[in-house]
């Protein structure tokens, strides 16, 4: 049977480790994903993310399947590539914001990204690419 | 009225691991065990965790090469991964080499594109063992 707890502060049966309910809902992860960003694009695994768009090289949407309550989450990306390609190392690119003011770009209902090589600022597919969000749900 | 519920473990009545918590927006629920960081850790040596969670041990691998190695293994290597490295122009980036019982990351210079030694700050989020 289905249940539901109302609380304010979680603590250890001890009394300890005091954390309130908002923290909890606060400080959880609203998406993440681990997908392959080379070749055929395809989520790996996720929570939250509703489908996965491959706009070009190094070019990414991710859409979440419950929309945030506004723009200002917080995005990280963490991605590394096994491609021996000339100019850059083989390892891993860093992520960065699209440059761009479209609410398309950075919305409530997704969020588009691209991915770069540090070396020669080119945008690159990665294979494997890692994204969070937290922030709050709508 | 202000309540406070004591306990040491949380356990869903129809999933044991899957419990809802209902989001900021006071209608729509996230999954309390998938949005749990499950590892986190930080070190500016390589060699041991200054600060962590679910982390034993870190294996300094070569110059800014390193795993941090997990206390509780995940359920497989699919889990996420973000990190950030501390100081000018450094990066911090996972690698393909992660499993379910450690996560690699490796810290680079944006200038040269190299392995340097530098912080390491990765957490990890996905399904515990």
Known sequence: MASELRVNTLKDASGNNSIATSFVAGGSAKAWANLNGAGTVALRDSLNISGLTDNGTGDYTTSFSNALANTNYSFLTCNSDDATTSGVTTGYAYGVWKVGTSASVYSTGSMRFQMGYPSNQTLYDQKFVNTNVHGDLA | ?129
């Not at chain 2, 041991?48 to 941090?68: C, I, K, L, Q």
């Not at chain 2, 393909?96 to 390491?120: C, F, H, K, M, P």
């Open chain 2, 1 to 129: 009225m202000a309540s406070i519920l004591k306990v040491d473990t949380i356990t869903g009545v129809a999933t044991a691991g899957s419990i809802a918590v209902t989001g900021e927006g006071n209608s729509t629920t996230t999954n309390l065990q998938q949005g749990l960081a499950k590892m986190y850790g930080f070190s500016n040596s390589g060699a041991t965790p200054d600060s962590s969670f679910n982390v034993a041990s870190m294996t300094d691998n070569s110059t800014g090469n390193y795993d941090f190695n997990f206390t509780s293994s995940m359920s497989n290597a699919l889990y996420q991964v973000s990190a950030a490295a501390t100081g000018a122009n450094k990066v911090n980036g996972t690698s393909t080499n992660n499993t379910a019982s450690e996560v690699n990351i490796q810290t680079r210079d944006l200038g040269s594109n190299t392995l340097v030694d530098n912080y390491a700050s990765p957490a990890i989020h996905g399904d515990l063992a």
